[in-house]
């Protein structure tokens, strides 16, 4: 994709020229470079929020991981487990070359993966809003400094940051990056279906045991977060110039280096990363490039593949939905291209206006609501073209009910989320999985 996406000069607003602006355009030429091989791969990153009991009490990070290395080792490896800094798992199983072939994988991790919590007595919610807790009453449950760095930074820009790094799960769904203009239009159509699969799939109307008043309360908190790094507004999206785009995006991002014992750390609050790099010092150097682009989190992420990030953990039982969804318009060409003539461009403000909406409204916005149901249908159409073997039926299936039941009720799962905080089984964990 790289080579197809440099029909502008692909250069970043400060430090061009210098050592370390030459490396971050290098850097993230590598981010959008498709893999020799492409074929269509899907991938998925489930997180989920740990409690014991009733009422839920936080589950540590460490108790989790210790539950289930006894009473299922291999599984660590198999699902590729991993943590969030609130103690949240999360499971990255390997991608497969289809979406039949990752559900099959995720039926089977999950399903070992509640049965070994289980035996310790810890439920995992499925819920992209924690429902019970503040984030005091979780804490930082990972010590690396990456975190704390983190930490300190966005608690400069206000309280969203540490609400989103412990408090929040997502369902991350990532694809192959398909090389020439294949590439470019998914780049494009992943960012500009963003506020409407978000609006149609939350499924954070709950925190601190009461509803929020927002649909989905995970997106308000990225929203909030550090807006340099977050490009809600569509900055760091360019079909004609993807490197460029990207790479002025993350030159315009706030620094937020780590010490390494090498020089005083940058002030985060103040300086970008393209001006850090135009001041001429031994720093920022390759590593210091390579940590800038893992701290920039919009709402689809190059990563030499596209990690989706906007979704909401959604119910388990409804899990195959959203990741059909994305996957089949992402991934089958005709889907996409239909897509793209669907949805109106937007320019800067009206995505942030659509993203706004997305968060405050959901589905119960018209525009919003309109286009998810193109969307939906237009994937609905690919799911029944494809093979037997490359979505599963009760998967396409599933996604129908999800539409009957909520899309064209202008409903979503937030709402059943606060029905369900305000009657018998608020405290239940087993509820909300």
């Known amino acids: 994709m790289a080579a197809h996406a ?8 400060e430090g061009d020229g210098c050592p370390a602006a030459t490396d971050l355009l290098r850097q993230v030429g590598r981010l959008f470079a498709a893999p020799r091989a492409a074929g269509g791969r ?31 080792p291999a599984l660590l490896a198999d699902a590729r ?15 497969r070359p289809s979406a039949a ?23 995992a919610v499925s819920a992209g809003m924690n429902p019970w807790h503040r984030a005091e009453q979780v804490g930082l449950q990972l010590d690396a400094e990456r975190y704390t760095v983190m930490q300190r930074h966005f608690d400069a820009v206000g309280t969203a940051g540490r609400e989103m790094m412990r408090l929040t799960a997502g369902l991350q769904v990532c694809v192959d990056l398909l090389p020439g203009a294949a590439g470019l239009e998914q780049w494009a159509l992943a960012g500009r279906m963003g506020p409407a699969l978000t609006a149609a799939f939350a499924n954070s109307g709950v925190g601190r045991g009461e509803a929020t008043g927002w649909s989905s309360t995970r997106s308000l908190l990225w929203q909030r977060l550090d807006a340099t790094r977050t490009g809600f507004d569509g900055s760091p999206v360019d079909p004609d110039d993807a490197v460029g785009a990207y790479s002025r995006f993350a030159a315009a991002a706030l620094a937020m280096p780590l010490d ?10 103040s300086t970008s990363f393209g001006a850090w790099a135009a001041a001429g010092a031994s720093r920022p150097d390759p590593a210091d490039v390579a940590h800038h682009l893992s701290t920039l989190f919009p709402p689809v992420r190059p990563r030499g593949y596209l990690e989706v990030r906007y979704l909401d953990a959604p119910p388990l039982a409804w899990l195959p939905a959203p990741l059909l969804a994305v996957s ?25 206006a659509l993203w706004h909406a997305a968060a405050h409204q959901g589905i119960t916005n018209p525009w919003l609501r309109h286009e998810a149901r193109v969307l939906v249908d237009i994937a609905l159409a690919a799911a029944r073209r494809l093979p037997p073997d490359a979505a599963p039926p009760h998967a396409a299936a599933l996604l129908a009910r999800w539409r009957d039941s909520h899309l064209c009720t202008g ?5 059943d989320q606060v029905e369900r905080i305000n009657g018998p089984d608020a405290e239940d964990p087993g509820a909300w999985t």
Do not use: Y
């Open 260 to 269: 390494r014992g090498r020089n005083a750390p940058v002030s985060p609050a």
């Open 6 to 13: 440099t029909r502008r000069r692909t250069a970043i607003p």
């Open 81 to 95: 487990v991993s943590f969030e800094p609130g103690g949240q798992v999360e499971l990255s199983p390997a991608p």
């Open 328 to 352: 089949l318009l992402l991934g089958d060409a005709r889907a996409r291209r239909e897509a793209l003539c669907a949805l109106e461009p937007a320019d800067r403000g009206t995505l942030l």
């Open 42 to 72: 899907i991938g998925v990153e489930v997180e989920l929020i740990c409690v014991s009991g009733r009422p839920p009490l936080p589950v540590a990070a460490a108790r989790t991981r210790a539950a289930i290395a006894a009473a299922d």
């Open 411 to 415: 409903r979503c799962w937030s709402d």
């Open 101 to 123: 072939a990752l559900l099959a994988d995720l039926d089977v991790l999950l399903a070992r993966l509640r049965a070994a919590l289980s035996a310790a007595g810890i439920v």
